[in-house]
């Protein structure tokens, strides 16, 4: 059995270990205490029966872009742990914690263009979509393969005409439309199925 649990600082040294088992792209030990200690609510482990680390999430938050958005740096999962879910776990608690915590608009990844495991994981279950097909990113890994820079908005946010043209982030519903502005009470306790009067 294996549970999805957010790290700690002591599963470091074995999600490093994780990452190089599965990965080409390998980090200093340094790489992963900066994440834990600036944004632990978005570092995510897969912990097998016995204790150990068999798949993680790494991601972080970039603010000085125009719009708030989180960023995966990195997922794996062993390879005898595949086929289970646990990197669509994984991502959905880090697109929570990017979500819930930072209010995040939209999580964005790098991918390797070869990787088609990868590819169908973030396009077909996970509604990633290229930021544009035609343009990749040349030689974005240290053995020169290129990558491909993919975006997902969160549940919560979704692009909507307004007036002239312009496009506004609003929280978007159960329904999938536009929640109405309302105190943060009255939205909750809507998204919970209640019936509410604001």
């Known amino acids: 059995m294996v549970c999805i649990r957010p790290a700690v600082v002591a ?53 000085e872009a125009s719009e708030t958005h989180g960023h995966i740096t990195s997922l794996a999962v062993a390879r005898s742990h595949r086929k289970l879910g646990l990197a669509t776990k994984l991502m959905t608690a880090a697109h929570a914690g990017m979500e819930d915590t930072f209010a995040a608009h939209y999580a964005s990844l790098h991918v390797r263009a070869s990787n088609r495991g990868a590819l169908h994981l973030y396009m077909d279950t996970l509604g990633y979509e290229y930021v544009a097909l035609c ?29 002239k043209g312009k496009a506004e982030t609003l929280p978007i519903g159960a329904l999938g439309e536009p929640m109405p502005r309302t105190s943060s009470d009255a939205v909750l306790s809507a998204e919970a199925g209640k019936s509410v009067t604001a």
């Open 11 to 63: 599963d470091l040294l074995q999600m490093q270990r994780c990452n190089l088992m599965c990965l080409p792209e390998n980090y200093q030990l340094k790489y992963y205490f900066y994440h834990a200690l600036s944004w632990p609510q978005l570092l995510y482990v897969a912990e097998d029966y016995d204790g150990t680390i068999v798949g993680y999430v790494l991601a972080k938050i970039e603010e």
């Open 135 to 163: 343009d990749r990113e040349a030689q974005y890994y240290a053995d020169g393969e290129d990558a491909f820079d993919m975006r997902k908005p969160l549940a919560g946010f979704k692009n909507v005409k307004r007036g």
